[in-house]
């Protein structure tokens, strides 16, 4: 069996999500054994819903939260599931994993979609997504990752969403890997509903995911869901009338996301985390351009949330990842065909100065030294 890190042993995540907890969110999992169907949990349902409502200052007003059990794949499955229409066209934009996987989602719950298909490694189209909203007047939903953890890249939602705006297009936003952190504009954009997750840039535990969509969505007529656990009618529907869920929800996950949620309003919200989250990317590019890595996009596309670098000539990813680990940090493959050919490494996570110190003199130490 492998080794198991030890309960002293401070394991820094750079793998994009979950995250090195704070000591604060870890300490909120012990809160107690409560029942899922009492009033104090209720409650404490209602309090994240509304702090979720108010982490992106766009979503305050005309935005409401439902949260259930899953990683951040439910949340954008309930979400496309619940708002992607039936008869009309849904267009998907997909430059990764996760945009592709939005169009096997739409094809597994039998919705019309189109895709606009890109190179991985490409920004996206905008040419060939207004032409298709111009030639195909089925289209009314358009389905975007925001930023797309495959490569690192932030996608241009700006540019996408005039394209939306001017054509009464509503985006479906899988804002997973950037909720907490990026920028959202979410009026200017029609973005009609978002995915996230507890376990990424809100620094959460894994177990929880949620969908903010836009009020008018709520009260609209629902579409044919094709699943009875991923309704979000039915969450809205209890959520917003008394708290409670159709189904069990991961307590103990609910305590971790109200504190975490606390933490980061605390901290001074998504545009101190982006910051803060940046000021690690710039170290660690710094620290991996002495050793001569090079990054697979040019450093302007990347979020602030992951980088990924291409891996040296002779250098295996194993070989990488295992010396790391050793070190007490945890790096991240690429997926695909990429795989053989980037690393990636994410910001997200209580990283303390010593531990951004020890990283940096790691990779230098495993990379080797180019001066
Ligand atoms: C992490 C992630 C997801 C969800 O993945 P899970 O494994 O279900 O947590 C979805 N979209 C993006 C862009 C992600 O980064």
């Known amino acids: 069996m492998q080794q198991r890190p030890t309960e002293n042993q401070r394991l820094i995540l750079l793998n994009p999500g979950p995250v090195t907890l704070t000591e604060r969110v870890r300490n909120a999992l012990m809160a107690g054994d409560w029942c899922h169907r009492e009033p104090e949990f209720a409650a404490l349902l209602r309090d994240i819903n509304l702090r979720l409502a108010r982490v992106h200052g766009s979503l305050v007003q005309d935005y409401c939260a439902v949260t259930l059990a899953g990683s951040g794949t439910s949340a954008v499955e309930a979400m496309l599931a619940s708002f992607a229409p039936d008869r009309q066209t849904t267009l998907v934009v997909a430059n990764g994993v996760y945009g592709e996987r939005m169009q096997r989602m739409l094809e597994a719950h039998g919705k019309p979609c189109r895709v606009v298909p890109h190179a991985w490694t490409a920004a996206v189209d905008l040419a060939a997504i207004e032409t298709c909203l111009e030639r195909d007047p089925s289209i009314t939903h358009l389905a975007i990752v925001h930023h797309e953890t495959t490569t690192g890249r932030l996608n241009d939602i700006a540019a996408v969403g005039r394209l939306c705006q001017a054509r009464g297009v509503t985006m479906l936003l899988d804002a997973v890997s950037s909720f907490g952190a990026e920028q959202i504009d979410a009026r200017v954009w029609n973005l009609g509903a978002l995915a996230g997750t507890a376990n990424k840039c809100l620094h959460g535990v894994p177990g929880l995911s949620f969908v903010l969509a836009r009020n008018d969505l709520w009260a609209g007529p629902a579409m044919r869901a094709g699943s009875v656990y991923l309704d979000l009618h ?84 194993a070989e990488l990842h295992a010396a790391l680990k050793a070190d007490g940090f945890i790096i991240y493959a690429g997926q695909g065909d990429l795989g053989r050919q980037i690393f990636r490494i994410a910001h997200m996570g209580d990283i303390r100065e010593d531990d951004l110190l020890r990283l940096c003199t790691a990779l230098t130490g495993n990379l080797g030294t180019r001066l």
């Not at 008394?242 to 545009?271: C, I, K, M, N, R």
């Not at 002495?290 to 979020?303: A, F, I, N």
């Open 234 to 317: 039915a969450y809205y529907a209890a959520q917003h009338r008394d708290g409670y869920s159709p189904f069990t929800l991961p307590v103990q996950t609910a305590f971790a996301l109200h504190e975490a949620l606390l933490e980061h309003a605390e901290q001074g919200g998504a545009e101190q985390r982006r910051g803060q989250y940046l000021a690690r990317a710039g170290r660690i590019h710094a620290a991996l351009s002495v050793s001569g890595v090079t990054t697979l996009l040019r450093p302007d596309e990347y979020s602030s949330v992951l980088w990924s670098y291409r891996l040296p000539e002779h250098r295996s990813y």
